[in-house]
């Protein structure tokens, strides 16, 4: 017997403007922001933009044509050829995921002509997700603060540094037998420095963004806790249009 006959449409959000539903993640380096942007757009079936794997694909051509990083002339020629070039597979290439590659991305996304040239991608991307979806997830550093400031729901992801550095040691022992845990941690600290201190959209905190704190979640737990702050986001709007008469932006996801 079906007891709940709950289906996935009557939770995703829907919004009768047509405009797409956007859910903004950010948060510093292995905080769990990408797991969480990517199950949420799973549980949604929104399209998922994991927007650290563009300034990573730049930074890894940067790196192959033996150029620096932190330098606009050496980046430019990089830069050119993955905006031609942006497909889900080069954004999902494992490669990009290299200690080196990480510390390369944290230095070209400081480059303000970097991001000037990946923000139409960023919000194309939010406005039109592909797959005629009904929304997009996008997890970065500036995407509920620069990218898409009008986000429907925005989440700021955050654990503590040494949580951080042992899920990162985790992910990356097995193919980086050298790397050690201490080192994990230095590296993490220097780029969450740079990151949050640079000129141009550096890591921040938008002012109406939800902080989860995911130092003692494991991902089912923070898939649930931002469900439920999801949940009661829409219903509340859905209850104050109802209140004032308006239409609805988003007609909420039914509990
Ligand atoms: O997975 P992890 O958090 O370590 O890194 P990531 O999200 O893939 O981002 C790699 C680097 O790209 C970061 O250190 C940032 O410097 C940069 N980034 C950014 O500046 N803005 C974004 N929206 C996303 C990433």
Request: charged share 25%.
């Amino acid at each position: 017997m079906t007891v709940l006959n709950f289906r996935k449409t009557d939770f995703v959000p829907q919004d009768s403007s047509h405009k797409k539903v956007v859910i903004a993640v950010d948060g510093p380096a292995a905080s769990g922001k990408g797991t969480l942007a990517k199950k949420l757009a799973e549980r949604l079936g929104y399209a998922y933009l994991d927007t650290g794997a563009l300034y990573r694909a730049v930074a890894m051509a940067t790196l192959e044509i033996g150029g620096d990083p932190s330098k606009l002339q050496d980046v430019e020629p990089a830069l050119e050829i993955i905006k031609r070039n942006l497909t889900p597979e080069l954004l999902a290439n494992p490669s990009l995921r290299t200690p080196e590659v990480s510390e390369g991305a944290s230095k070209v996304a400081a480059i303000p002509e970097v991001r000037q040239a990946l923000l139409d991608y960023q919000r194309e991307f939010a406005a039109n997700p592909p797959g005629f979806v009904g929304g997009a997830v996008l997890d970065g550093r500036d995407i509920g603060t620069v990218v898409c400031p009008e986000a429907s729901i925005k989440f700021f992801v955050t654990a503590a540094p040494e949580e951080r550095a042992r899920r990162r040691f985790e992910e990356l022992k097995a193919t980086k037998p050298e790397l050690t845990y201490e080192k994990v941690l230095a590296d993490l600290k220097t780029r969450d420095m740079r990151d949050s201190t640079r000129a141009t959209a550096p890591t921040a905190v938008a002012e109406d963004a939800y902080t989860l704190d995911t130092t003692h979640l494991n991902p089912a737990q923070t898939l649930e806790e931002a469900i439920g702050v999801i949940r009661a986001s829409f219903l509340a709007e859905t209850n104050d249009n109802a209140r004032t008469g308006k239409t609805a932006k988003n007609n909420g996801p039914q509990p």
